[in-house]
């Protein structure tokens, strides 16, 4: 028996089935790029501290609050645990039901960070048990100052009552300092 199957070489009109140069560059290229955007945001998430963490969920939070007491018409509160370190909300319509599921989901500060204390106004400061913040649907909060630490590291968030931002500080600041600069 003849075998009548002819042999073709590699180049004999037979094209071999693989990437070009061209395609490769651009997937590498794609990749470097998404490389370039994630690392630094991953770099920091890994790298920040939980006191950085922490005045980051705080200032979201109260934007949020903020915005949503106007745009529903409710009160809604930011309740402050200074025993626990636990921080939760709830609109002031919600069932005490509610509430009590709101505070089971209550945001948990690390181990390390603590909520030093909350002054309120110049009589009134809290250093233990419970402290909550108003924020009213009339674009109104209840000026408040809270004084966070992580072992030798302080920071200070002052909520002001018409302003629809949080004034960090990366130290301890005192509130009749923060008054007088006013």
Known sequence: ????????????????????LIELGVVIFLIGLMLLIAVPKVRDTMLSSGL?????????????LRSDAVRNQIDYILHL?????????????MTPEAIDNMKKHAFKLQEEVKIMDIYFSEEK????????????????TQPAVIHLAEKDRRFTLVFEPFLNSVKTYDKYIDFQDQMSDE
């Open 81 to 93: 645990d200074l025993d626990n370190n636990l921080i939760w909300t709830y609109s002031v319509d």
């Open 125 to 140: 400061k809290a250093t233990e048990g419970e402290a909550t913040i108003r924020f009213s649907r009339k674009n109104y």
């Open 52 to 64: 950085e963490t922490v005045v980051n969920h705080l200032t979201d939070t109260v934007r949020e």
């Open 1 to 20: 028996m003849l075998n009548n199957h002819k042999r073709r070489s590699p180049g004999a009109g037979s094209r071999e089935k693989g990437f070009t």
